[in-house]
T-cell receptor, first 112, second 115 residues
Framework: GIQVEQSPPDLILQEGANSTLRCNFS?????LQWFHQNPWGQLINLFY???GTKQNGRLSATTVATERYSLLYISSSQTTDSGVYFC??????????????FGTGTQLKVEL | DSGVTQTPKHLITATGQRVTLRCSPR?????VYWYQQSLDQGLQFLIQ???????AKGNILERFSAQQFPDLHSELNLSSLELGDSALYFC??????????????FGSGTRLTVV
């Protein structure tokens, strides 16, 4: 099945700093999602981005499907940005089913 | 609110017991997925239902079972619980991304603690 890797695995930022998280996937995909899992465990959908660039406030994401990677940009980071960031791609399974395959995650901590 | 409703939010139970987790998908979504996230682990796919029928199975133990009802809500049944079953259990829904490009929407999860 498709492999999804994220880097860096851990990141510590000072509040106000910018960062870029990367997601590499091993096969062509027709969509990709970014999620933020907050310290309380909630999984929040950030972007659905099969290709191109999208922006939502201080966050933006770019997917280059032909080169099999996606980037998540966080600008002017805040302590509330702390948590784990996952990218995920769909996997079509035999029998017509499907699932999301999640990346390894980036653990982000934003300090004052 | 994502539109996917999971109950209960927290559950504490003893080893050997059986519990049922419930999920109501987002309005209009026909597919329901269950995922397990153990401590310091990634999200593991358990099972998918589409319009009442099982569509795909992942790493689901034989002690676990699920079903999707005619009103499209789903239940995940966990039996003979072990300490290692303690985890966050997420439900997700989608229209049906098998053929078209729609995203998956996740509920807020059920945190199960087995003591």
């Amino acid at each position: 099945g498709i492999q999804v890797e994220q880097s860096p695995p851990d990141l510590i930022l000072q509040e106000g700093a910018n960062s870029t998280l990367r997601c590499n996937f091993s096969d062509s995909v027709n969509n990709l999602q970014w999620f933020h899992q907050n310290p309380w465990g909630q999984l929040i959908n950030l972007f659905y981005i099969p290709s191109g660039t999208k922006q939502n406030g201080r966050l933006s994401a770019t997917t280059v499907a032909t080169e099999r990677y996606s980037l998540l940009y966080i600008s002017s980071s805040q302590t509330t940005d702390s948590g784990v960031y996952f990218c995920a791609v769909p996997n079509i399974l035999t029998g017509g089913g499907n699932k999301l395959t999640f990346g390894t995650g980036t653990q982000l901590k934003v300090e004052l | 609110d994502s539109g996917v409703t999971q109950t209960p939010k927290h559950l504490i139970t003893a080893t050997g017991q059986r519990v049922t987790l419930r999920c109501s998908p987002r309005s209009g979504d026909l597919s329901v997925y269950w995922y397990q996230q153990s401590l310091d682990q990634g999200l593991q796919f358990l099972i998918q239902y589409y319009n009442g029928e099982e569509r795909a199975k992942g790493n689901i133990l034989e002690r676990f079972s699920a079903q999707q009802f005619p009103d499209l809500h789903s239940e995940l049944n966990l039996s003979s619980l072990e300490l290692g079953d303690s985890a966050l259990y997420f439900c997700a829904s989608s229209v049906d991304p098998g053929q078209v490009n729609y995203g998956y929407t996740f509920g807020s999860g059920t945190r199960l603690t087995v003591v």
